[in-house]
Structure formats: structure tokens, C-alpha cells
């Protein structure tokens, strides 16, 4: 290889942890000759590759950002003005630098380890005060998805609360007002018909509600812009035992009356304008806050206040056992990604600028759109809301030639038959009003000068009855962090208690926490990418076509399939997604019968909670002893249910880590039945070059992009889950109101066209620099890293599940069960113990109750691995210690993990083992100790006490 190739594919060695004489070093140890030699006793040859994919070669650094910025400035970057849920917005530098492009902010996992989470924690908790503040309802859980997705997501916790005491639904209809969003409609339409909700379209002010309703929903201010009162509405919906949802605006509720003072039972919406860029779709975090009364049936995350071992304030998520997914078949939501990068980034936003600073931005907003509507009224052209926040709908006679005269000064506004809508953001001034009153006077032929108004005549386009008169952010959080010093203090005041992939690996099993690589990430904070609205025309976008048709190629050549949908903006939103094509398929056929889905024992709680969601009816099947799918149970099952039989969910190499070796025939048996087969892409990191799910013989799978494809994981979220499809599920992927669609196609799963599509950026680069070879090379070195920790901890540790070579995949299972009897050693007393260590504990008991699943993934070395696998043996000798009598069964480092800096100094140490051994136990960890910031946390006391908000200002003052 030349200096000029080199430099070509100099980012495989970036990417990838170990060098040749690692490589070299590690086969030796697991006495292998070759990678290649690891791979054909892992993978079935029958499934392997037969020819190299086609993504093209590798590319350097610096070209991929110099060809990029190419392809960026196709974007148009217009002022756009369209508004319905998506505008622009200032993030703060402090913010921006401080967390958006900090790998100590992005690079968290979700924080199951809350005592190496507690900023993260924090932060979340602040977001859940900020949404129960604004919104003036007492619980919020820490952001879903997208404002669609939220609505949906109160639609179906509505529907199961009314109808869950009878057999049958008695209650199936849900109002759904007609001047909400379009985009939320549709996520509405899509959600409704598998879980059998009937929607009604109409006017609230004139609906008759009655016992047949469980719900309805309204927006505020509605999409035109309009505030209507509902009160009496609400009240209606509640005399008929209904209850109501209020899409609405955060940055509106600092003037207006929030939803809860109004009787609301669910606020939803997205928290994008407070400071996240537009990004064209996403990611946002979209908020949902309810009564007290849902608190036990809110989907998603709450982040919860409780004590650790020694009785001191601490953070955790909340009714942790409660998630959704484990009560898989019986869920009634799938979801298991949240957007906490983005959920962070608008706390901080609140924390920074507080209630007065958010205010200012209100009255600003607000204060402009109505000098726009006095100005456009001396124009002759009516605003059709009386009242309003940010937006005006202005009659218009000549639609299209307004768009023509607008879009030739780089302006958007929101297009309808005669109408046009004006939606005013924090970033508008008073020249970018005048802007657009020379366009209408363009139109009119008129000339006039901007209408002025008074500040203390700003709420005259608010009503006085919905004028906000409660307090909101009195918190000291959102009282103190006023200067820019301040703000970059208390931020990383909170990242030094939280451990990420900038201190050490995170080997999740099933999880894949690779380098995000910042090349990356760079391009995503550029101007040219997060500017875009979604709406915006096509021809406003062409950079991000490029970049979603050569990514959907790529994609599909890499699962060996015929097409791709980037829509789903989670791994499990994917899933269901996957499902619903699946299920349209059949319904296509005429064949809406075959309604059963077969799921393994062993597959990820998201699968069976999905296909409930997707209309299905979930089979269980068993595992062997080995950890493989059963066969004789499976084709006894598939037999059985072969007149009904809809798919299979099946998750390749296995949940356990294997490839199994019989997947070809599991294949088979379901097609020959007339299903179709469901590949959950969580384990893609061990296929990519080397097999597919299209070689495999499956019909669909969706990808983790990021698990496989580096999309960092953001501390709980973003998460993108595309779908890859063949020939005969192409029809059907999601379409979207804003698209051109074919007649097939199923309505939206997310609330833009692309998802969450700024983060595709990140997946785009990670190929392009790669290149086929390059990503072909990380998969290899996937499994050559897990086989090499597996063989290095199976001397000390039994070690689940392998395939018939002894190899394992990507990941593999250390089964801690038998300390519990030795020792009295669980799997979380092992977890915890890693935090000594500076390592945040594998993926633990699952899938196997009291294990730990270790997944390396290919960016980190060989000299990384070895300090876990140290850190791993340490422990075993800890453990042994305690069997043999020398360490007490109580008073011992494993049992008293993690330990803190405060208990190490603070005081006579009265433990039967020493300070050094507690909290320097490996000579590694001398050199850069990460610190818990506080003990074992007790979840139970956590969930007897409920605390999901920042706590009142007079616990501040008592505690003082």
C-alpha cells in the first residue's frame, strides 16, 4: 500500500482499537492462525458471503469532510417560517460546546448504573420538573420520541386505562380534533388500526362525545395558530369518563395557561424549540406529563429521587421493573430508546436562560407575530386567528404566486389552498418582519411600514382568561446559572459524575458501544444540516437526498436486501415497523388470518411488546440447553399455528451470542407455513461483510444504527432503527404526508419523513470512511475481541453458550450464578464492584437472570481489554477470598460497592478490608480513578417514595 492509499484508508485505523501485533498477539492466544480461520469456525459457511459489498472504498478524514461540505451547501437554507412543531432556535455556545459536541455528554449509556450516572440523572430530573412546571401537570417522564409518536403513545395508555377491566373493548373511539398537526394525525392513523382504536375526525366545538369515547385530542395553539379555550370541551370529554390530550407548544405555555390548570389529563408535544436545532425532522425530545393517576401506566423513562446505602439524596431511574418491554407480550408500548442528549439539551436551555429569560423569548416571539398581523392588516390581508401566539393564518388569494415572490427572497411559510400560515421564532428580528412584509407587499402591490407595538400591548393577541398567571421554574436550578461561567461549571460538574466512553469501554452485551468517532459528528452541528425544516420544499434539500439515497443503498446491500426505510427514529420503533409491513403483506394477499407471530424465549423484551403493537398475537417458543432456538418446539409451533402463522422473530447470531447453526432451516420451515421472518438487527455488528439477513433467508430486518453504524448513544438516546426489506415487503414501507407515496405503502410510523434525520449523517460517514473493506474489517474484529476476552476470562468464569467450535460471536456470557451459593455474590454486587474498577458493568441478567453479557465491539485495543479482563480476574480473587473464609460475607468490597472519595477519607474506616483495596484495587486505576458520586442506591425506597421532580424550594431551605 502507497502513501496515497494509506491515507486513504487512515480512518480503519482510527476506527478499529487493535494494530497487527495486537491482532497477532490475541489469535495466539485463543490459537488461532488467522482472522479468517476465527471467522470459519464462527460463522456457517453456508451463510457466508460470496461476494464483497458494494460501498465503495475508504476515504480519509480530511477529503470526507472537504467532499461533505460539498454536498452540504446543496442545502438551501432559507428563513423558514413554517412552523407546525419544527423552528428555528438559538442553542447556546455554552451548551453547544459544553454537551452537544462533548463525547462526555453523548457517548453515556441509559443510566441503568445510576451511581456512575448522576449527572445525567440530574439533568433528566431537571428536564421532568421543566415539562411539569410548564405544562402544570404533576408528572412527566425523561422525553419519548417525537411529538407523533408521544401523541400515540397517550392515545394507547388512554385506550388500555378505559377499556382494561372488560373482555371486550367497550370503548374503542378517540377524537382526534381536526386542526392538529397533519404529521401527528397520521402517526395517530398508524398506531390506531392494530391495537383496534377507531379514530373520528371533527370540530370540537361540535363533536357529541358519549360512552363509546375513552379519549380525544386537541392542540394548543392549534396547527393554524389559533387559541381556543377548552375547557368546556375538557370538561365534556370528563362527564362522559374520557379523558383528554393537549398537544401544545413548551416556549407558548410561558405566557398561556398551561394544559393542567385547563383540566387536561396529557400534555404531549416536542421540546425542540428550546434550543435543538430543526436538523430536518430530528432528534428531539418530545415531552409527555400526565396526572398522578397514570403514573403507574406512563410510557417511557421517569427519573426518580432516592437515598443510597448510607441514607444520602441520590438519583435513579423509577420504577425500573415497571418498563414496558419486560412485561413483553402483555406490554401495551415498546418503547426502549429515549432522546436524553436532546432532553438534556433543552433543560440546560431552561437552567440557562430560567423563567424571566424564557419569558423574554415568549413576549419577543409573540410581540413580533403580532406587529406582523397589524402590519399585513394595513395590506387588506386578514389574519383568520383572533387569537395566537406565534402564528398568523393570512387569507390569500394568490397562493402561488406569494410561494414564487417568498422562496426568490430565501423565505418558506406554510402553504395551503388559500390560505398561508406565518409561524415567528426566537431567532426572528425586527428586519426578518420587514422582510416579510415586502414580500406581501410585493404580492399587493402596496407599500407600508412595519407596524410597531408596545411592549405592554403584547397580550392583546393572547386572551385574557388563557394569560398565564401561575409560576413555572422556581426551582434554585433554574435560578442560579445566570453567567456563562456558571453554566460551564455546573455542566461539567455534572459530566465528572458520570461515566462515559471518554473515561473507559462500556462493554454492553447486545448494545455495541463503539467509538463515535467526532469526524462523525462534526458535520451535524453544521448550519447547512440543522437548518432545514422538514416541510421545506424538495428542492430545498438535495444534499440530504443524496445523502438518504446512497445511505438506503448502502443499507440494503448490506443486509442483502431490496430496499430501505431511514423513517423509524428508534431500534424499536423499527421493530414494529418491520412487523407492520409484514402484517400489510398478508392483508394484501387477503390473508389478514394469519395474525400469530412466533417469538423465542431468549429474544429482546422489545419483540414480543412490538408485535402486540403491530396487531399480532405472540407465541412463545423454547430455547435448548445451548442457548439455540429449540427446533422440535418451533416446528411443533409453526405446525400448530401454520393456517395463522403471520412470521417469526428471530435475532441472528443469537441473543446468546452464537451463531446458530440450523437458521437457514428455521427459515424455511416458516416460509414453507406462509410466513414471513422478522431478523431484529441488535447483533449486526457480527454480520456486516461477512453474512446478512438476506442471505440468511429473512424477509426483513432494521438496524441499531446506533449499535452497528456509530450513532452515539446520547446517555439513553437518540437511537435510529431503519428497515431493510426484499422484493416482497418493498411496497410497503412507511410513507409520509409530505412524500410521494405508493399506493401501498403504510402511513408513518414517526412524525417527519426521515426520522430522526440529521443523525444519519454520523452512519453516512462512518461507511463512506471506512469503505467495504473497512467495515468488513470491524466485524471481524468484533469477534476476534470477544473471543479473546472469553478466553482469557474462561479460566476463572464459565462461560454460556458458544457454537459448535467453542468460538463466540461478538459477545459472550459469564455466569455469575454460582457465587450466589459460594459467596453470596450476585451479579449486581459484580456490577457494582466494576465501578472500583473505572468500568461500567456489561449488560447484566439478560438474557440469562444472574450473568453478565460482554461485548467489546472493535474500537477498543488490546491493552483495554486486558484491563477488564484484569479488573475481572481481580474480582474473581476477591470472590474466592470470601469463599474460603478469609473475606467476610458481608463486610466486603464486593458487597459495600461502589465505594466514594467522600467515605474513603471521611472518618475511621471500620471495614475489615483496607481503603486501597476498596477504591484502589488494580494498579491501573491509580493512575485516572473514577469516582462514584454516591453508594449503592436503594430502589426500593425509591419506588415506596416517588419523587420524579426537583424537589420544592423548601427542601432546599431545610436541608440548609
Not at 410597531?452 to 436550578?477: A, C, W
Not at 437458521?663 to 407455513?673: D, G, K, Q, R, S
Not at 426500593?940 to 420524579?948: A, P, S
Request: proline share 4%.
Amino acid at each position: 500500500m502507497n502513501l496515497f492509499e494509506q491515507q486513504q484508508a487512515e480512518f480503519i485505523g482510527r476506527h478499529i482499537g487493535p494494530n497487527s501485533i495486537e491482532i497477532a498477539e490475541m489469535l495466539k492466544q485463543i490459537k488461532m492462525q488467522s482472522v479468517e480461520e476465527l471467522i470459519e469456525k464462527t460463522i456457517p459457511s453456508s451463510i457466508r458471503l460470496k461476494q464483497p459489498l458494494q460501498t465503495g472504498n475508504s476515504m480519509s478524514e480530511y477529503e470526507y469532510l472537504t467532499t461533505l461540505k460539498t454536498i452540504a451547501q446543496k442545502n438551501k437554507i432559507y428563513k423558514s417560517y413554517i412552523g407546525n412543531g419544527y423552528y428555528n432556535t438559538i442553542m447556546p455556545s455554552v451548551i453547544l460546546r459544553n454537551v452537544f459536541e462533548n463525547p462526555g455528554w453523548y457517548t453515556q449509556y441509559t443510566p441503568y448504573q445510576a451511581e456512575i450516572a448522576q449527572g445525567r440523572l440530574e439533568s433528566l430530573l431537571n428536564y421532568q420538573t421543566m415539562i411539569s412546571d410548564l405544562t402544570g401537570l404533576p408528572i412527566a417522564n425523561a422525553s419519548l420520541l417525537d411529538e407523533g409518536t408521544a401523541a400515540a403513545e397517550g392515545m394507547a395508555m388512554l385506550f388500555n386505562h378505559k377499556n382494561k377491566h372488560t373482555d371486550n373493548i367497550v370503548s374503542p373511539n378517540f377524537f382526534v380534533d381536526e386542526n392538529i398537526s397533519e404529521q401527528t394525525k397520521e402517526v395517530l392513523k398508524t398506531r390506531s388500526k392494530p391495537i383496534n382504536v377507531e379514530l373520528v375526525f371533527g370540530d370540537y366545538k361540535t363533536i357529541e362525545l358519549d360512552q363509546s369515547y375513552f379519549g380525544a385530542i386537541v392542540q394548543y395553539p392549534n396547527k393554524n395558530g389559533q387559541i381556543e379555550d377548552y375547557r368546556s370541551f375538557i370538561e365534556k370529554a370528563h362527564n362522559q369518563d374520557a379523558q383528554v390530550i393537549m398537544a401544545t407548544d413548551l416556549l407558548a405555555l410561558c405566557l398561556l395557561t398551561p394544559p393542567g390548570e385547563l383540566g387536561a389529563d396529557i400534555a404531549i408535544g416536542n421540546s425542540q424549540r428550546f434550543g435543538v436545532p430543526m436538523g430536518f425532522g430530528g432528534p428531539h425530545a418530545a415531552f409527555f406529563a400526565t396526572k398522578e393517576a397514570f403514573k403507574r401506566n406512563l410510557p417511557g423513562r421517569i427519573i426518580g429521587v432516592s437515598v443510597d446505602a448510607n441514607g444520602n439524596r441520590c438519583l435513579r431511574m423509577a420504577l425500573q421493573t415497571r418498563e414496558q418491554h419486560i412485561r413483553r407480550e402483555k406490554a401495551t408500548s415498546n418503547i426502549c430508546t429515549a432522546q436524553a442528549l436532546l432532553a438534556n439539551i433543552a433543560a440546560f436551555y431552561a437552567v440557562y436562560h430560567g423563567a424571566s429569560g424564557l419569558k423574554n423569548i415568549a413576549k419577543r416571539t409573540s410581540l413580533l407575530a403580532n406587529m406582523l398581523s397589524n402590519s399585513l392588516s394595513k395590506l387588506g390581508l386578514k389574519n383568520e386567528n383572533a387569537y395566537y401566539f406565534d402564528t398568523l393564518q393570512i387569507n390569500v388569494d394568490e397562493v402561488e404566486k406569494l410561494k414564487e415572490i417568498a422562496e426568490s427572497k430565501g423565505i418558506n411559510f406554510g402553504y395551503h389552498a388559500n390560505k398561508v400560515n406565518i409561524s415567528i421564532d426566537e431567532t426572528t428580528s425586527l428586519k426578518d418582519v420587514q422582510d416579510i412584509i415586502a414580500v406581501f407587499s410585493n404580492l399587493t402591490n402596496k407599500s407600508i411600514d412595519i407596524e410597531k407595538t408596545n411592549e405592554i400591548d403584547l397580550l392583546t393577541n393572547i386572551p385574557s382568561e388563557l394569560t398565564r398567571t401561575s409560576e413555572f421554574l422556581t426551582h434554585p436550578v433554574f435560578n442560579t446559572y445566570r453567567s456563562e461561567t456558571q453554566m460551564m461549571r455546573y455542566l461539567k460538574s455534572l459530566e465528572n459524575k458520570d461515566l462515559s466512553l471518554n473515561t473507559s469501554m462500556i462493554s454492553l452485551g447486545s448494545c455495541t458501544m463503539k467509538l463515535n468517532a467526532a469526524t462523525e459528528l462534526i458535520p451535524v452541528s453544521w448550519p447547512e444540516f440543522g437548518g432545514v425544516h422538514p416541510f421545506a420544499p424538495a428542492n430545498q434539500w438535495e444534499g440530504y437526498q443524496q445523502i438518504i439515497s446512497e445511505l438506503e443503498s448502502w443499507l440494503s446491500n448490506i443486509t442483502g436486501f431490496k430496499a430501505t426505510s431511514l423513517q423509524p427514529n428508534s431500534g424499536a420503533q423499527g421493530e414494529y415497523a418491520g412487523l407492520l409491513t409484514i402484517r400489510a403483506y398478508h392483508e394484501h394477499r387477503n390473508e389478514t388470518h394469519r395474525n400469530i407471530i412466533l417469538i423465542p424465549i431468549s429474544a429482546h423484551g422489545t419483540n414480543p411488546a412490538s408485535a402486540v403493537m403491530a396487531g399480532f398475537k405472540v407465541v412463545v417458543t423454547k430455547c435448548d440447553d445451548h442457548g439455540n432456538i429449540d427446533m422440535d418446539d418451533l416446528r411443533m409451533h409453526a405446525e400448530k399455528h401454520k393456517d395463522n402463522l403471520g412470521g417469526l422473530m428471530i435475532t441472528y447470531p443469537s441473543t446468546h451470542g452464537v451463531f446458530e447453526e440450523n437458521v437457514i432451516e428455521i427459515c424455511n420451515l416458516i416460509h414453507e407455513l406462509g410466513g414471513l421472518v422478522y431478523m431484529d438487527g441488535a447483533n449486526m455488528n457480527a454480520q456486516v461483510g461477512l453474512t446478512s439477513p438476506g442471505n440468511i433467508g429473512a424477509d426483513v430486518c432494521h438496524l441499531n444504527l446506533h449499535k452497528t453504524f456509530a450513532i452515539p448513544h446520547g446517555g439513553g438516546g437518540p437511537g435510529m432503527g431503519p428497515i431493510c426489506v426484499n422484493e416482497k415487503l418493498a411496497p410497503y414501507l412507511p410513507g409520509h404526508f409530505s412524500l410521494k407515496n405508493s399506493a401501498t405503502a403504510i402511513p408513518a410510523v414517526s412524525a417527519a419523513p426521515y426520522g430522526s434525520a440529521s443523525i444519519l449523517l454520523i452512519s453516512y460517514a462512518y461507511i463512506k470512511m471506512l469503505g467495504a473493506e473497512g467495515i468488513k474489517k470491524s466485524t471481524e474484529i468484533a469477534i476476534l475481541n470477544a473471543n479473546y476476552m472469553k478466553s482469557r476470562l474462561e479460566n476463572d468464569y464459565s462461560i454460556l453458550y458458544t457454537g459448535k467450535n467453542g468460538t463466540c460471536a461478538h459477545e459472550f456470557i459469564v455466569d455469575l450464578r454460582p457465587f450466589k451459593t459460594s459467596a453470596g455474590i450476585e451479579a449486581e454486587d459484580v456490577a457494582k464492584r466494576l465501578m472500583d474498577y473505572n468500568f461500567h458493568a456489561p449488560t447484566m441478567s439478560f438474557p440469562v437472570a444472574g450473568t453478565i453479557m460482554i461485548e467489546p465491539t472493535e474500537s477498543e485495543d488490546k491493552a483495554e481489554l486486558d484491563r477488564l479482563c484484569d479488573a475481572l480476574i481481580e474480582i474473581r480473587a476477591e470472590i474466592k477470598s470470601i469463599e474460603d473464609g478469609i473475606s467476610d460475607k458481608i463486610d466486603n468490597p464486593l458487597k459495600n460497592a461502589p465505594h466514594t472519595q467522600f467515605e474513603t477519607i471521611e472518618g475511621e474506616w471500620n471495614h475489615q478490608y483496607s481503603r486501597q483495596k476498596a477504591v484502589f484495587p488494580i494498579e491501573y486505576v491509580k493512575q485516572n480513578k473514577f469516582w462514584p458520586s454516591v453508594k449503592r442506591v436503594n430502589n426500593t425506597f425509591g419506588d415506596r417514595n416517588l419523587i420524579c421532580t426537583c424537589e420544592p424550594v423548601s427542601s432546599y431551605i431545610n436541608e440548609a
